[in-house]
């Protein structure tokens, strides 16, 4: 199977904190896709990334940036984090044409 | 990316099948239908997709209207763990979007005993 992993299930950081959330596939997959999730907005998409060192914004980029130096690893970074950017993230990958795999998510609280 | 309609919540008893609607009456041509569910407090997991033809997994069977303008995920014998919130998108594969996805509010499920 597929797995997605994503370094923290749960993360404490401060504000002004420059945050890594990182997510790591098996499969070689080229694409990979960072959202978050927040009660009664659903999942927003942040950034997306189709090949190494390819990132495309997605529908929420601001306050965020991306990395993907090696096509198994996705970094979303958090440059000053701040309260409103406390939420549930999740990473998921997939090959062109079949549906995502997500990682089981890390929720992230900044105080 | 068309836009999906799907009601808030349903009902369904163990052991019966589950049938969730989904309207997308804006699909274009070489858009597909992708299913999605999330499990409380998990990441969403993939279903099932298709493009016009019916198709069928382990998991659960996909009907596409002839129009394309609305489809149905049937889950055959529903069971307790398939409580959760099932999400209809549709998204082309190619092109710029790259297969992203956008998430609606899907359709809480909830199977009760």
């Known amino acids: 199977d597929v797995k997605v992993t994503q370094s923290s299930r749960y993360l404490v950081k401060r504000t002004g904190e420059k945050v890594f959330l990182e997510c790591v596939q098996d499969?070689?997959?080229?694409?990979m896709f960072w959202y978050r999730q927040d009660p009664g907005l659903g999942l927003r998409l942040i950034y997306f990334?189709?090949?190494?060192?390819?990132?495309e914004k997605g529908d929420i980029p601001e306050g965020y940036s991306v990395s993907r130096e090696k096509k198994e690893r996705f970094s979303l970074i958090l440059e000053s984090a701040s309260t409103n950017q406390t939420s549930m993230y999740l990473c998921?990958?997939?090959?062109?044409?079949?549906?995502?795999?997500f990682g089981s998510g890390t929720r992230l609280t900044v105080v | 990316d068309a836009k999906t309609t799907q009601p808030p919540s349903m009902d369904c008893a163990e052991g019966r099948a589950a049938n969730l609607p989904c309207n997308h009456s804006t699909i274009s041509g070489n858009e597909y239908v992708y299913w999605y569910r999330q499990i409380h407090s998990q990441g969403p997991q993939y279903i099932i997709h298709?493009?016009?033809n019916n198709e069928t997994n382990e998991m659960a069977s996909l009907i596409i209207t002839e129009d394309r303008k609305s489809s149905t995920l049937i889950l055959p014998h529903a069971t307790l763990r398939d409580t959760a919130v099932y999400y209809c998108i549709v998204s082309s594969l190619g092109g710029t979007s790259y297969g992203k996805l956008t998430f609606g509010q899907g359709t809480i499920l909830t199977v009760h005993p």
């Open positions: 298709g493009l016009k």
């Open positions: 499969m070689d997959h080229e694409n």
């Open positions: 990334s189709y090949d190494v060192k390819m990132k």
């Open positions: 998921a990958s997939t090959p062109v044409g079949f549906g995502y795999t």
